[in-house]
T-cell receptor, first 114, second 112 residues
Framework: AQSVTQLGSHVSVSEGALVLLRCNYSSSVPPYLFWYVQYPNQGLQLLLKYTTGATLVKGINGFEAEFKKSETSFHLTKPSAHMSDAAEYFCAVSPNTGGFKTIFGAGTRLFVKA | DSGVTQTPKHLITATGQRVTLRCSPR?????VYWYQQSLDQGLQFLIQYYNGEERAKGNILERFSAQQFPDLHSELNLSSLELGDSALYFC???????????FGPGTRLTVL
């Protein structure tokens, strides 16, 4: 069984500040992990993904995430927030065994203050 | 542009009515997913098809049904509509189940 927990439904940062969005997962098999972003009135789009190999994954728009197996975490970070980063972010997990179920977290809305 | 298309973009209808939402996956993708997103419920997984067969079911009401056709496009049928069914409905596709999903722009359904 799998589950995803995103800590904090809302996160507010100042422009230029570090962005940290937290995601913890549980999975009975090694996971594939994803972060998606949703801008207002749009569908979700993939930011980055972890499948195997390097645990630090770089994505689009300067975001990166680190897979920490011991902590069952996949937190999303960006060193310096831009106003354009304001959006909703979803963490997701699926089994790496080719299973068919992807579980999405509840989402974290990021606000960026000028 | 994700390559996933959804029609219509907007739909306004009345309670008790039936509507059909259509989704065309990215070329080569065999798996199609349907999601409902509303302010109070967030993003809810409804159902998944893989190469024409139902593979996973989420929080899909009995009034809702879906299918995936031989050409891999999918339709989501919503019947006996209620005010609470007003939401954004997203379709997504992936090559296989469990891979990253590519989302369409959504259909905004308003039930009056």
């Amino acid at each position: 069984a799998q589950s995803v927990t995103q800590l904090g439904s809302h996160v507010s940062v100042s422009e230029g500040a570090l962005v940290l969005l937290r995601c913890n997962y549980s999975s009975s098999v090694p996971p594939y992990l994803f972060w998606y972003v949703q801008y207002p009135n749009q569908g979700l789009q993939l930011l980055l993904k972890y499948t195997t190999g390097a645990t630090l994954v770089k994505g689009i728009n300067g975001f990166e995430a680190e897979f920490k197996k011991s902590e069952t975490s996949f937190h999303l970070t960006k060193p310096s927030a831009h106003m354009s980063d304001a959006a909703e972010y979803f963490c997701a997990v699926s089994p790496n065994t080719g299973g068919f179920k992807t579980i999405f977290g509840a989402g974290t809305r990021l606000f960026v203050k000028a | 542009d994700s390559g996933v298309t959804q029609t219509p973009k907007h739909l306004i209808t009345a309670t008790g009515q039936r509507v059909t939402l259509r989704c065309s996956p990215r070329s080569g993708d065999l798996s199609v997913y349907w999601y409902q997103q509303s302010l109070d419920q967030g993003l809810q997984f409804l159902i998944q098809y893989y190469n024409g067969e139902e593979r996973a079911k989420g929080n899909i009401l009995e009034r809702f049904s879906a299918q995936q056709f031989p050409d891999l496009h999918s339709e989501l049928n919503l019947s006996s509509l209620e005010l609470g069914d007003s939401a954004l409905y997203f379709c997504a596709s992936s090559v296989l189940g469990g891979n990253e999903q590519f989302f369409g722009p959504g259909t905004r359904l308003t039930v009056l």
